[in-house]
């Protein structure tokens, strides 16, 4: 008898303890009760009536990542690719989230083949490849709407790869490369123009610069033929003031010493003299000169006497 009581305490307990529930943060308990839905427990503890209620769904509040395969999809000018989305999706309502769908991952997975086939198609090819953050948007918004009866709220949609058939990618790749050889023809030649240009201007300023040298050294030697031609003439006005002083200082001291007519004249005799230089073949002199010549003899014989 002891022993039935203690295993039906334990079976109490068990039951007891079972009937606990703690949700952790950022989850949440749907539950039921004699199979309809009877509330949804959030953070926290939780009692639940034994054999008449039941946890239908644990759902998670947090934001889920899912990353669907690449989907073929044509686009407006009938080519076929194939594109890879991630959607970022959040639940909001665990009631809806438990009743509203069956399998909710794989219906947002065919709702976003399906949302993207209907974009693309409208879109041509080059358009697909530009246009990520257009498509990105319309596909948020449209996988939004559908999924808010579910309680599911799309935070966010990727396309991770935009995968072209081969044909196209070799296509494209000589495009490019076909583009980087047109930029690099049309810088090269950008760059020849520039040198071209600097080369000139560099002529150009050199060529000015010469100029001016030579305009300031022409000015110099102007200034410096000036100064010399200044200086030239100064020191021949100098010359001549000292000559003509020298002249008046000697006719002011002939003045003075009172000499006569016949040494004046055998002055100038010296200087026609001197004027001769024994290089004139004839001289011709002034009567006057020639009596002060007799004069001069008359003088010597008298100093022998």
């Not at 041509?124 to 257009?134: F, G, K």
């Not at 009596?291 to 006497?305: F, P, R, Y």
Request: charged share 25%; net charge neutral; glycine share 6%.
């Amino acid at each position: 008898m002891p022993v039935l009581v203690a295993l039906l305490i334990l079976v109490i307990l068990i039951i007891f303890a079972s009937c606990i529930k703690i949700v952790p943060q950022a989850s949440a308990l749907v539950m039921e009760r004699l199979g309809g839905y009877n509330g949804t427990w959030g953070v926290g503890i939780h009692f639940k009536a034994p054999f008449i209620d039941r946890v239908a769904k644990k759902v998670t509040l947090k934001e889920q990542v899912v990353d669907f395969a690449p989907q073929p999809v044509i686009t407006k000018d009938n080519v076929t690719m194939r594109i890879d989305t991630v959607v970022f999706f959040q639940i909001t309502d665990p009631k809806l989230f438990a009743y509203g769908v069956e399998n909710p991952i794989m219906a947002i997975e065919n709702l976003t083949a399906t949302t993207l086939r209907n974009i693309i198609g409208d879109l041509e090819l080059d358009q697909t490849l530009t246009s990520r953050e257009t498509i990105n948007t319309t596909m948020r918004a449209s996988l939004d709407v559908a999924t808010d009866p579910w309680g599911i709220k799309v935070n966010r949609v990727e396309l991770k790869n935009i995968i072209p058939p081969a044909a196209i990618q070799d296509a494209m790749e000589k495009q490019m490369k076909a583009e980087r050889e047109r930029r690099e023809s049309i810088l090269k030649a950008e760059g020849e123009k520039k040198s071209t240009i600097l080369v000139a201007e560099g002529k150009k300023e050199s060529a000015i610069l010469d100029a001016e040298a030579e305009k300031q050294a022409a000015i110099l030697r102007a200034e410096a033929e000036k100064e010399k031609m200044i200086k030239e003439a100064e020191g021949q006005a100098e010359a001549i003031l000292k000559v003509q002083k020298a002249n008046a200082d000697g006719l002011r001291f002939l003045k003075e010493v009172g000499v006569d007519q016949a040494v004046l004249q055998l002055k100038g005799l010296e200087a026609f003299a001197k004027a001769a230089d024994g290089k004139a073949t004839k001289l011709i002199i002034p009567s006057d000169i020639q009596s002060l010549a007799g004069l001069a003899a008359s003088a010597k014989e008298l100093v022998k006497d």
